[in-house]
């Protein structure tokens, strides 16, 4: 069978540059989809992107559909005929379904059948239906419609290409007739570009200078961004998204060095560059200590002869922007950050939780609690706590609400507040994302930590539980972020005491009945998903989970110990036999003897585990205590020999009421031992 390339490329007005990649994927994946439905093979697909264009480039597409059958069973015979031999509803129905008379239809076999070999169509008709539906399925929001026109799209389309090998495909989408001629870059290009054949697109469009592979744009952005840098002495700042967006905006992308003046830097660096990037899609330059140059990077989508003028006419833009937030800088500081706190009793946290004021009054109090019990500095934590939420009423923070935290660290330092505080008020808001940096002081993590306990337990205390994807208060995030900071830099919080403060924190603001637990329940729940990511099974976390403690350090190290133990040997056995032991004990009436008394054994066995537990017992208490699980774990390890033998030769449930309640102390006690780090008879 014969193959030919196949290109489309339809032409519009610029096109949002965030959502391109978004747009050609799918275009790629609808036409995919398409030629997969029709039969229709190929060797290679490739999708191109740019400002005012998506294209999709296949080769060695198939010219013709292979000839294909349907075979369709119908009603069995028995019902399709009545005693007289007439046909019932039952195979006219079947007859009207496949399109034809009932005489067409096989009646020989048990069942009626439909038999209809289809010939395959050729490409070139197929072709523009598979092009219009995945342009129809682009997962565009809000459509436009151009002119008096009725077709609607993204932006207004202006050509439309579409080849198989060197013919034109003959048809009409989007309003635009099919066609071979693209257009070039609007200054450096306007005419039309011919396109020869599906093979040459790339090459006819950069004669025309229009680099359609956004990849190659990206490239050439990154890498001469990077040598430019360098040139500067510094290290540009290029954000995956920014890369992406730049990339997008530009058909022939030329970066340019731009500066501005270096009164500028006295103004907190990351307001800077949060209007540089966001404003102007600029890559900002850092010198070798993380400082800001005063010097930025633009990529022009031009070649142009006097590239002065280019660079003078960004540095006039971008002159007003950092203009204002000098301004906002400079009004802020006229006042210390506390007063901002006035502002903030009139600032609505949530309408039964009070305002933004009360919430900070709060953490105050719970972030100089936390720092107590986690060796931090409690009078600098309820400070920070108390100046927390200043910055979010500055005009700094009003104008760049990326700056909140960051604006409250400058304010706080330019008011003398020690390091730590500063530090924490930027810290509070750690971490920002999955993976993302954690506080680095403990006065940092004290008030992180109050700021999210206090944000559960308010919200839980009035109801509003997350559902489903709905997490309008970033509980689950919130959760997440004070396990990690308590795990990853080893916090020994009891999560318990901590909630049942923040509880009483709020007064009757909140429902108190069962609302610590149902917080370190949502808080321990959210620890399930981590340990799975981690590809720690799940029964490990349950068996930690059994036990309920209080700390997250103390819960992570539990269940490292667990999946340690149970690389051991022995630890299938012990599971298993912890199980039974439990099975044993859940049925034993009224409460469990506690005391095992040596003059009811009548088997050498029993003394054998009653010592092997005396012994393993003193050794692992003082593990225990040190928090030594994995030790502690490995030590029970050697409880298997004895364990198995007293099962081979004693029976639990002896007739002597006094043996039998002996045994179960006995058993107890072994079952006590494990308990110390985990219920491992879930392993099981």
Same mark, same amino acid.
Not at 105 to 122: E, N, W
Not at 270 to 284: G, P, R, S, V, W
Not at 587 to 594: F, I, L, R, W
């Given at each position: 069978?014969?193959?030919?390339?196949?290109?489309?490329?339809?032409?519009?007005?610029?096109?949002?540059?965030?959502?391109?990649?978004?747009?050609?994927?799918?275009?790629?994946?609808?036409?995919?989809?398409?030629?997969?439905?029709?039969?229709?093979?190929?060797?290679?697909?490739?999708?191109?992107?740019?400002?005012?264009?998506?294209?999709?480039?296949?080769?060695?597409?198939?010219?013709?559909?292979?000839?294909?059958?349907?075979?369709?069973?119908?009603?069995?015979?028995?019902?399709?005929?009545?005693?007289?031999?007439?046909?019932?509803?039952?195979?006219?129905?079947?007859?009207?379904?496949?399109?034809?008379?009932?005489?067409?239809?096989?009646?020989?076999?048990?069942?009626?059948?439909?038999?209809?070999?289809?010939?395959?169509?050729?490409?070139?008709?197929?072709?523009?239906?598979?092009?219009?539906?995945?342009?129809?399925?682009?997962?565009?929001?809000?459509?436009?419609?151009?002119?008096?026109?009725?077709?609607?799209?993204?932006?207004?389309?202006?050509?439309?290409?579409?080849?198989?090998?060197?013919?034109?495909?003959?048809?009409?989408?989007?309003?635009?007739?099919?066609?071979?001629?693209?257009?070039?870059?609007?200054?450096?290009?306007?005419?039309?570009?011919?396109?020869?054949?599906?093979?040459?697109?790339?090459?006819?469009?950069?004669?025309?200078?229009?680099?359609?592979?956004?990849?190659?744009?990206?490239?050439?952005?990154?890498?001469?961004?990077?040598?430019?840098?360098?040139?500067?002495?510094?290290?540009?700042?290029?954000?995956?998204?920014?890369?992406?967006?730049?990339?997008?905006?530009?058909?022939?992308?030329?970066?340019?060095?731009?500066?501005?003046?270096?009164?500028?830097?006295?103004?907190?660096?990351?307001?800077?560059?949060?209007?540089?990037?966001?404003?102007?899609?600029?890559?900002?330059?850092?010198?070798?200590?993380?400082?800001?140059?005063?010097?930025?990077?633009?990529?022009?989508?031009?070649?142009?002869?006097?590239?002065?003028?280019?660079?003078?006419?960004?540095?006039?833009?971008?002159?007003?922007?950092?203009?204002?937030?000098?301004?906002?800088?400079?009004?802020?500081?006229?006042?210390?950050?506390?007063?901002?706190?006035?502002?903030?009793?009139?600032?609505?946290?949530?309408?039964?939780?009070?305002?933004?004021?009360?919430?900070?009054?709060?953490?105050?109090?719970?972030?100089?609690?936390?720092?107590?019990?986690?060796?931090?500095?409690?009078?600098?934590?309820?400070?920070?706590?108390?100046?927390?939420?200043?910055?979010?009423?500055?005009?700094?923070?009003?104008?760049?609400?990326?700056?909140?935290?960051?604006?409250?660290?400058?304010?706080?330092?330019?008011?003398?507040?020690?390091?730590?505080?500063?530090?924490?008020?930027?810290?509070?808001?750690?971490?920002?994302?999955?993976?993302?940096?954690?506080?680095?002081?403990?006065?940092?993590?004290?008030?992180?930590?109050?700021?999210?306990?206090?944000?559960?337990?308010?919200?839980?205390?009035?109801?509003?539980?997350?559902?489903?994807?709905?997490?309008?208060?970033?509980?689950?995030?919130?959760?997440?972020?004070?396990?990690?900071?308590?795990?990853?830099?080893?916090?020994?919080?009891?999560?318990?005491?901590?909630?049942?403060?923040?509880?009483?924190?709020?007064?009757?603001?909140?429902?108190?009945?069962?609302?610590?637990?149902?917080?370190?329940?949502?808080?321990?729940?959210?620890?399930?998903?981590?340990?799975?990511?981690?590809?720690?099974?799940?029964?490990?976390?349950?068996?930690?989970?059994?036990?309920?403690?209080?700390?997250?350090?103390?819960? !992570? *190290?539990? &269940? /490292?110990?667990?999946? =340690?133990? $149970?690389?051991?040997? @022995?630890?299938? %056995?012990?599971? +298993?036999?912890?199980?039974?032991?439990?099975?044993?004990?859940?049925?034993?009436?009224?409460?469990?003897?506690?005391?095992?008394?040596?003059?009811?054994?009548?088997?050498?066995?029993?003394?054998?585990?009653?010592?092997?537990?005396?012994?393993? !017992? *003193?050794? &692992? /208490?003082?593990?225990? =205590?040190? $928090?030594?699980?994995? @030790?502690?774990? %490995?030590?029970? +390890?050697?409880?298997?020999?004895?364990?198995?033998?007293?099962?081979?030769?004693?029976?639990?449930?002896?007739?002597?009421?006094?043996?039998?309640?002996?045994?179960?102390?006995?058993?107890?006690?072994?079952?006590?031992?494990?308990?110390?780090?985990?219920?491992?008879?879930?392993?099981?």
């Amino acid at each position: 069978m014969s193959a030919l390339d196949f290109l489309v490329e339809l032409g519009t007005e610029e096109l949002p540059p965030k959502a391109l990649n978004t747009l050609a994927e799918a275009f790629l994946a609808g036409i995919d989809k398409g030629l997969q439905a029709a039969g229709l093979n190929y060797e290679s697909k490739t999708v191109y992107a740019a400002p005012r264009r998506l294209a999709v480039l296949i080769t060695a597409l198939a010219t013709q559909q292979p000839d294909r059958s349907i075979n369709l069973d119908g009603p069995p015979r028995q019902a399709a005929f009545d005693a007289e031999g007439n046909p019932t509803q039952a195979a006219l129905g079947f007859a009207k379904k496949c399109g034809v008379d009932l005489s067409e239809i096989d009646q020989s076999g048990p069942k009626l059948r439909y038999s209809q070999s289809i010939a395959g169509k050729a490409t070139a008709s197929l072709l523009p239906t598979i092009v219009e539906d995945s342009l129809n399925d682009l997962p565009i929001p809000k459509r436009m419609r151009w002119g008096a026109r009725k077709e609607e799209f993204v932006r207004p389309t202006q050509w439309l290409v579409m080849l198989l090998g060197d013919q034109v495909i003959d048809c009409t989408i989007l309003a635009q007739k099919a066609g071979r001629d693209s257009r070039g870059h609007r200054f450096h290009h306007p005419e039309n570009v011919r396109i020869g054949s599906p093979s040459s697109y790339l090459a006819d469009l950069r004669a025309a200078y229009v680099l359609a592979d956004a990849n190659e744009r990206r490239e050439i952005i990154s890498k001469r961004t990077e040598e430019l840098a360098t040139r500067q002495e510094g290290t540009a700042i290029v954000p995956p998204a920014l890369l992406d967006e730049v990339t997008a905006l530009v058909e022939w992308p030329v970066p340019l060095v731009c500066s501005f003046e270096e009164r500028f830097l006295d103004v907190p660096q990351e307001a800077l560059i949060t209007t540089m990037q966001d404003n102007q899609k600029y890559f900002c330059l850092l010198d070798a200590d993380g400082k800001l140059l005063p010097r930025f990077i633009t990529v022009a989508n031009i070649e142009s002869k006097d590239p002065q003028q280019i660079i003078a006419g960004n540095e006039k833009v971008v002159r007003p922007r950092l203009t204002d937030a000098e301004f906002f800088f400079k009004q802020d500081k006229k006042q210390k950050l506390e007063d901002f706190n006035q502002r903030l009793q009139n600032v609505v946290f949530q309408e039964k939780l009070g305002s933004v004021y009360d919430k900070a009054e709060r953490v105050s109090r719970l972030a100089a609690y936390i720092a107590a019990r986690i060796g931090g500095n409690a009078s600098w934590a309820a400070r920070a706590g108390l100046l927390s939420k200043c910055d979010l009423s500055t005009e700094m923070v009003g104008e760049f609400p990326e700056m909140q935290g960051v604006a409250g660290y400058y304010y706080a330092l330019n008011d003398g507040e020690p390091e730590d505080v500063a530090l924490a008020l930027n810290e509070q808001y750690m971490p920002r994302g999955a993976g993302a940096e954690l506080p680095s002081t403990l006065t940092g993590a004290a008030v992180a930590i109050a700021d999210k306990l206090d944000t559960l337990v308010g919200i839980f205390g009035i109801g509003m539980l997350p559902t489903g994807s709905k997490d309008p208060y970033a509980l689950r995030r919130a959760a997440l972020g004070v396990l990690r900071i308590l795990i990853e830099k080893q916090l020994d919080l009891d999560l318990n005491d901590a909630v049942a403060f923040a509880v009483n924190a709020f007064g009757t603001k909140v429902k108190a009945a069962g609302l610590n637990d149902s917080v370190l329940e949502f808080i321990f729940d959210r620890l399930r998903a981590r340990y799975e990511d981690e590809g720690v099974d799940v029964a490990t976390y349950l068996s930690v989970r059994a036990l309920k403690p209080g700390s997250a350090l103390d819960f !992570d *190290q539990r &269940v /490292q110990a667990v999946q =340690a133990f $149970r690389k051991l040997p @022995e630890a299938a %056995a012990l599971a +298993a036999v912890n199980k039974r032991v439990s099975n044993l004990l859940s049925k034993v009436e009224g409460s469990v003897p506690t005391v095992v008394e040596a003059k009811y054994f009548d088997n050498a066995n029993e003394f054998s585990l009653y010592s092997a537990i005396q012994q393993a !017992d *003193q050794a &692992v /208490q003082p593990m225990a =205590a040190s $928090r030594q699980y994995s @030790e502690s774990l %490995a030590r029970l +390890a050697a409880l298997r020999e004895p364990v198995d033998a007293f099962f081979e030769a004693v029976m639990v449930n002896a007739e002597d009421a006094k043996v039998r309640a002996n045994r179960y102390a006995l058993l107890a006690r072994l079952r006590g031992l494990f308990l110390g780090v985990a219920d491992i008879s879930l392993l099981g």
